[in-house]
Structures are given as structure tokens and as C-alpha cells.
């Protein structure tokens, strides 16, 4: 048994079975990929996947056994390397993070500024993805820090801290009916063809939700991945935005009229994730305290050594 037989054996499971896109994300021939698998099962004793002729449909029962622990395995091997790296150089190496675009256009500017002034030699990788794939990017081992709205809390494999709570206004032209309107309610932005985020983006499911609450169906006309582009088309006149409210900015949104009536629309709360069981630097510890000072080293190297139930 080696470790390139057990990245196979993992490769395998997340490219659904495909030798081909193993062998190509492996970097190595397909026969020798099948080779491996091969060598492995006969070392064991056991057939580790289901095979409808010359194809791999499954896991058989030892094989969904082996995975959990290959997958372990191959992350212990990372966490040495890790560690070692950590007591070598201390203030050098790679910080990846991985978050959506609102988070990494709003919230992060500053922080990411101040880690960079206390962390010159440190490499950081800022990756925009859905909040779905920032899930499976952290539980890839592929991200060392995951942070959104959406999906984090969700995942057992993942430790996850309150960043900070924010909430949603509305974004109108300027001289719109609706811009003198200091009490605006839902019932009245019911009336009016909205522009917002995406459905699983930046707190989408809350609006939906307020509106459902409230017994109305909006009339979502356009929906978007960022603020930006919601602003756009609220300034062509297309509707009406509804955007994280520190999306807005007076001096670059000259042209838009914020209206943030309080309670119009519930509050959410952003998160910071990590894997649990995932060695990180000094240096992570760092950037996470940056963000939530109730996050400290302590706090998340206890949150994620401890197993969640699925």
C-alpha cells in the first residue's frame, strides 16, 4: 500500500468512477491508475468498487469502509507537512480562503490589508466561489478558510464562527416613486419589478422568505450574483434592488437612493468555516482573529478537533 494508490482510491470516488479524469488529475496514464487499484485490492483481499463490465459503478461495502479512513490518512499527511512548514518558517507560506464575491468585495478589503501588513511573506490566495462549492472546496483539503452566508453551518466536517450580521435595504433611481418613501414596506415593494441575488447567493433565501412570511409574491424580474451587477440595471431603470446594504456606497451609487427602513427584512449572519481536522498555520489563526475576535487560536483548534454528527 502507498499514498498514490490511496489518492486514487480517493480521486476515484470524487471524479464518480471515471479512470480517465483520475488519471488526468493525477497526472498519469489510465492504466496505471488501473494497475494501482488493482494491486491494492489484491493486496487486501477485497474488491473495493462495484464493476459492471469494464466500468466502476460504486463502492462495494469494504470500499465505502476504506474511503473515511484514506481520506484521513491523506489528510494527516498534509497536516505533517503542515506542521513542519509551521516551525521552518513561521511568517512564510500560502493562506488560500475562499468565500463569495460579496464577502471578498465588501467585508474583506481591510482585513485582508491589515494580515498582509502583519504577514508580507504570506502568500494569500483569495478564491470567489458559490457558497455549494466553498463547502466542497474545504472539504477537499483545497481552501484553508471558507466564508459566507450560506451552506457553511450546514456541513458536519466543518467547524464554523459568526463573523458579523448584516442585513438587506432597497436601491432605487433617483427620482423613482418609491425613493421619498421612509417607511417603505414589503406590500409596497411587492408592487414593483425587483432585481436581486441569485437563489442561494447572499442571503437570497431570507427575501424569499419575508415575502412568503408576509403572504406576497414578488415579482423578481432579474436576479444577479453580485451588487453590482444589481445596481447596474437598477440604475438603467429595471427595477427595484434589494442588495446587502453595505453594498451601497453615497459617494460611487451617486445616482441610487438607498432606502434601509428598519425590519424590513431580516437579519443574517455571515460565517468563517474551517475542516475540522485541519492543520492550520499561526498565521490562519491570525487572519480568523482578524475577522472575530471571539475567534480566537484557542476557541477554533477546540471547535475543530470535535467531531459533529452527520
Keep these: 500500500?502507498?499514498?498514490?494508490?490511496?489518492?486514487?482510491?480517493?480521486?476515484?470516488?470524487?471524479?464518480?468512477?471515471?479512470?480517465?479524469?483520475?488519471?488526468n488529475a493525477l497526472f498519469t496514464s489510465q492504466s496505471g491508475v488501473s494497475k494501482h487499484v488493482k494491486d491494492l485490492e489484491e493486496e487486501l483481499g477485497v474488491e473495493l468498487f462495484i464493476r459492471k463490465g469494464k466500468r466502476l459503478?460504486?463502492?462495494?461495502?469494504?470500499?465505502?469502509?476504506?474511503?473515511?479512513?484514506?481520506e484521513r490518512m491523506l489528510m494527516d499527511a498534509a497536516n505533517i507537512r503542515r506542521v513542519?512548514?509551521?516551525?521552518a518558517n513561521r511568517d512564510e507560506g500560502e493562506l488560500t480562503i475562499v468565500t463569495t464575491h460579496t464577502q471578498a468585495r465588501?467585508?474583506?478589503?481591510?482585513?485582508?490589508?491589515?494580515?498582509?501588513?502583519?504577514?508580507?511573506?504570506?502568500?494569500?490566495?483569495?478564491?470567489?466561489?458559490?457558497p455549494g462549492e466553498i463547502v466542497e472546496r474545504l472539504r477537499r483539503g483545497e481552501a484553508d478558510i471558507g466564508i459566507a452566508t450560506e451552506a457553511l453551518d450546514a456541513e458536519p466536517t466543518l467547524a464554523t464562527f459568526p463573523f458579523y450580521s448584516w442585513h438587506h435595504a432597497v436601491v432605487v433611481p433617483e427620482g423613482h416613486p418609491l425613493a421619498s418613501r421612509a417607511e417603505l414596506t414589503l406590500q409596497e415593494l411587492a408592487q414593483h419589478p425587483l432585481i436581486t441575488y441569485h437563489e442561494g447567493y447572499t442571503?437570497?433565501?431570507?427575501i424569499d422568505?419575508?415575502?412568503?412570511?408576509?403572504?406576497?409574491?414578488?415579482?423578481?424580474?432579474?436576479?444577479?450574483?453580485?451588487?453590482?451587477?444589481?445596481?447596474?440595471?437598477?440604475?438603467?431603470?429595471?427595477?427595484?434592488?434589494?442588495?446587502?446594504?453595505?453594498?451601497?456606497?453615497?459617494?460611487?451609487?451617486?445616482?441610487?437612493?438607498?432606502?434601509d427602513p428598519p425590519g424590513l427584512f431580516p437579519p443574517n449572519v455571515t460565517?468563517?468555516?474551517?475542516?475540522?481536522?485541519?492543520?492550520?498555520?499561526?498565521?490562519?489563526?491570525?487572519?480568523?482573529?482578524?475577522?472575530?475576535?471571539?475567534?480566537?487560536e484557542a476557541t477554533v483548534k477546540a471547535a475543530a478537533s470535535t467531531l459533529r454528527d452527520e
Excluded at 459503478?57 to 484514506?70: H, M
Excluded at 513542519?84 to 516551525?87: H, R, S, V
Excluded at 442571503?203 to 431570507?206: E, K, L, P, T
Design 1 to 23: 500500500m502507498n499514498f498514490q494508490q490511496l489518492r486514487i482510491i480517493r480521486e476515484t470516488v470524487r471524479r464518480d468512477f471515471n479512470f480517465t479524469e483520475v488519471a
Design 57 to 70: 459503478v460504486g463502492l462495494t461495502e469494504p470500499g465505502q469502509e476504506l474511503v473515511g479512513i484514506v
Design 84 to 87: 513542519a512548514a509551521q516551525f
Design 106 to 130: 465588501y467585508a474583506l478589503p481591510e482585513i485582508v490589508a491589515r494580515f498582509k501588513q502583519d504577514f508580507p511573506r504570506v502568500h494569500l490566495a483569495l478564491h470567489q466561489e458559490s
Design 203 to 206: 442571503g437570497r433565501a431570507s
Design 209 to 259: 422568505r419575508a415575502f412568503a412570511e408576509a403572504s406576497l409574491q414578488p415579482d423578481i424580474v432579474m436576479s444577479a450574483l453580485d451588487a453590482d451587477v444589481i445596481k447596474t440595471y437598477v440604475e438603467l431603470g429595471l427595477g427595484v434592488g434589494i442588495v446587502a446594504a453595505m453594498a451601497y456606497h453615497p459617494r460611487k451609487d451617486a445616482g441610487l437612493v438607498l432606502l
Design 271 to 296: 460565517r468563517i468555516a474551517v475542516r475540522r481536522g485541519h492543520y492550520l498555520r499561526g498565521f490562519a489563526y491570525r487572519f480568523i482573529e482578524l475577522c472575530s475576535k471571539e475567534a480566537d
